[in-house]
Nanobody, 119 residues
């Protein structure tokens, strides 16, 4: 059973930075794509970033491409989301999830971590 544990959320002011971490256990990481999603109150969940563990290739959603970065830490089996120049619109619950490289559906999810950006 794959398990994901997020950490690093919190309350920051606009313009500040945060780093979220997603620790992954219980599976063969080279088979997976790990994604970061967010859901703001009253809005649908959206994917923010993703990384293919085996190849290292990454995806960043257009609205965050210039401000966020996703990376993997092989030694810690962790995926990090570095968020710079945060805006109030970035306020959401951020969750990481795992899918197999060969499928489209994210099957395993973490519990989520709250990010609040004050203006």
């Amino acid at each position: 059973q794959v398990q994901l544990v997020e950490s690093g959320g919190g309350l920051v002011q606009a313009g500040e930075s945060l780093k979220l971490s997603c620790a992954v256990s219980g599976g063969t990481l080279s088979l997976f794509v790990i994604g970061w999603f967010r859901q703001a109150p009253g809005k649908e969940r959206e994917i923010v970033a993703a990384v293919d563990w085996a190849s290292g290739s990454t995806y960043l959603e257009d609205s965050v491409k210039e401000r966020f970065a996703i990376s993997r830490d092989n030694a810690r089996n962790t995926v990090n989301l570095r968020m710079n120049s945060l805006k109030p619109d970035d306020t959401a619950v951020y969750s990481c999830a795992v899918k197999r490289r060969t499928t489209n559906q994210y099957l395993y999810w973490g519990q989520g971590t709250q990010v609040t950006v004050s203006s």
